[in-house]
Nanobody, 111 residues
């Protein structure tokens, strides 16, 4: 069972990134999927959640209106589109679902 994130990187404030999380080894479509993030010295926080079929999404207050979570069950992939990025979005972003965690991908917002 594996979750592999990709798409992180360095971006300027106001920029955009799209994270992907590819699942393997489990029945992806029966689980809600989440994106979390953890900034240095801070606790891990929930960024976004999407239901099994993708019909319901929830977001942390700090990212509402800027981030969009989506999924493709045929590809066993969950995405996080991040727009209007701010310095405070800098963190390691983790994919979670089915009781599993990915290894994380670093997002750095800097000018």
């Amino acid at each position: 069972v594996q979750l592999v994130e990709s798409g992180g990187g360095l971006v300027q404030p106001g920029g955009s990134l799209r994270l992907s999380c590819k699942a393997s080894g489990f029945t992806f479509s029966i689980y809600d999927m989440m994106w979390y993030r953890q900034a240095p010295g801070k606790e891990r926080e929930l960024v976004a959640r999407i239901s099994k079929a993708g019909g319901t999404t929830n977001y942390g207050d700090s990212v509402k209106g800027r981030f969009t979570i989506s999924r493709d069950n045929a590809l066993k992939t969950v995405y996080l589109q991040m727009n209007s990025l701010k310095f405070e979005d800098t963190a390691v972003y983790y994919c979670n679902g089915g009781g599993k965690w990915g290894q994380g991908t670093q997002v750095t917002v800097s000018s």
